[in-house]
């Protein structure tokens, strides 16, 4: 076997028995190959076993200090923020644990694409968490953040890069947090890490840019559409579910359609969306974590009920089919318990565990009866949006005496009317 003299970041032309390829040599924890970067933006790994012999054509220099992001004369400028998660991690070639990867110099040899297309002109790192570990602060500190950057006037859009279990969640969040939105949010992850030559990172990145320089003034999720490496959807973050637990086309829209196909080079919109405009981006982070998301099973006890009563100030239930949940003659019926509650002020929300489709109380009687208990069906919203909004609405003390109407108020494209579901 060619002895290989070269390091990670150096540019190199690897000579194979019937073919010459360049590339930029990238970190790899697999000392069995060389993975290696092609001008293309493709990644590739070559068994070591196949490499006659190597040329050096540009040693590496390693950048010190967060400064030294490449300036692209002319390009426009975007703002990143990184929160952790598989998209800002690598392996350690050393240690072989995964470690983050926040500085910018370092993030932009990474992922040259993202910093060859656009200038990133300021990188904030509010915290460094994977997603399963966030809760509304996390939220709040990356709405506030959002919203500084997209008051810079040079700053066309924000990237959000992020883990991908609770994104929706988060994409949630700052689409009820930031009103008026007046430029591009977009929210992106790997479900594959960027050392791995099947990292989904690079082709998301470079479709979050093209989206966060788009004219959609909207908070949404970018990323891969199928499990090719050709295009992406952007979702909007109100009607989008992680939906796979590994393949990098995780996140489909639901009970909505893509906003736009997204390419490296080209958004072609698929829906209507909000334009960008002049003025300021409101940031409305009242929140409060007094909610929580029950799942309704066969035969569950209705005394769950009582705890969540005195803990919370409003549920979400994910209830059966059309959201149905026991009927009153049932012997684990919820009714009574319900009724109870909510007539001492207990907001509950009902929403579908079917996950796609609307809710509706008027086919069955056991919905009429629930309607009547003063339980809200909340149409087509999603579980998840709908206990993001619940702690948004419960926590503007001023809208106390209007939740219902604030709930089935559609604020964020979180509801669909003309969706045929
Ligand atoms: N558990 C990780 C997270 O959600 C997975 C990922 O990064 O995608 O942060």
């Known amino acids: 076997m060619a002895e290989l003299n070269f390091n990670p970041g150096d540019i190199v032309v690897l000579h194979l028995a019937k073919d010459e390829i360049e590339g930029t040599i990238l970190e790899n924890n697999d000392s069995s190959f060389v993975l290696l970067k092609l001008k293309s933006g493709y990644n590739i790994g070559i068994p070591k076993e196949n490499i006659l012999a190597s040329t050096l054509v540009k040693k590496f220099k390693e950048e010190k200090g967060n400064e030294h992001v490449p300036i692209k004369s002319g390009a426009k400028s975007i703002g990143l923020i990184i929160t952790g998660g598989t998209i800002a991690s ?18 932009a040899r990474f992922y040259p694409e993202l910093f ?142 893509p906003l736009a196909r997204v390419f490296p080079d080209k958004v072609e919109f698929l829906s209507s969306y909000n334009k960008r405009h002049s003025g300021k981006t409101e940031l409305d982070i009242s929140f409060s974590d007094k909610v929580a998301l029950v799942k309704f099973y066969p035969g569950q006890d209705a005394s769950i009920l009582d705890f969540y009563a005195l803990k919370y100030k409003g549920i979400i239930i994910e209830a059966a089919g059309l959201g149905h949940l026991p009927p009153s003659d049932a012997p684990h019926s919820w009714l009574p318990s319900l009724k109870k509650h909510i007539r001492n002020g207990f907001v509950v929300g009902i929403a579908a565990q079917t996950v796609f489709g609307r809710v509706d109380p008027y086919v069955y009687s056991t ?41 089935l108020e559609n604020v964020a494209g979180e509801l669909n009317d003309r969706i045929v579901l």
């Not at 999720?221 to 050709?230: E, K, M, T």
């Open 90 to 107: 690598k392996l350690d070639s050393r240690t072989g644990g995964v470690h983050p990867l926040v500085n910018p110099a370092e993030l």
């Open 116 to 257: 060859s297309k656009v200038n990133v002109k300021k990188v904030e790192v509010p915290f460094k968490v994977f997603s399963e570990a966030m809760s509304s602060e996390h939220w709040i500190a990356l709405a506030q953040k959002t919203k500084a950057m997209l008051d810079d006037p040079e700053i066309q859009g924000v990237i959000i890069t992020h883990g991908t279990d609770t994104l929706h969640y988060t994409a949630a969040a700052l689409s009820f947090f930031l009103k008026e939105l007046t430029k591009p949010v977009v929210l992106t992850y790997s479900q594959r890490s960027v050392d791995r030559a099947s990292s989904d990172a690079h082709l998301n990145l470079q479709c979050a840019a093209q989206m966060a320089l788009s004219d959609a003034a909207e908070v949404m999720l970018v990323g891969h559409a199928s499990v090719n490496d050709d295009f992406c959807y952007a979702l909007r973050g109100t009607k989008v579910r992680k939906l796979h637990s590994s393949r990098r086309d995780a996140f489909k829209p639901v009970n909505a359609e």
């Open 367 to 407: 919905g009429r009866e629930l309607l009547d208990a003063g339980v809200i069906f909340l149409e087509d919203m999603l579980a998840e949006t709908a206990l993001i909004k619940l702690g948004w609405v419960l926590g503007h003390y001023g809208w106390k005496k209007n939740v219902k109407e604030k709930m």
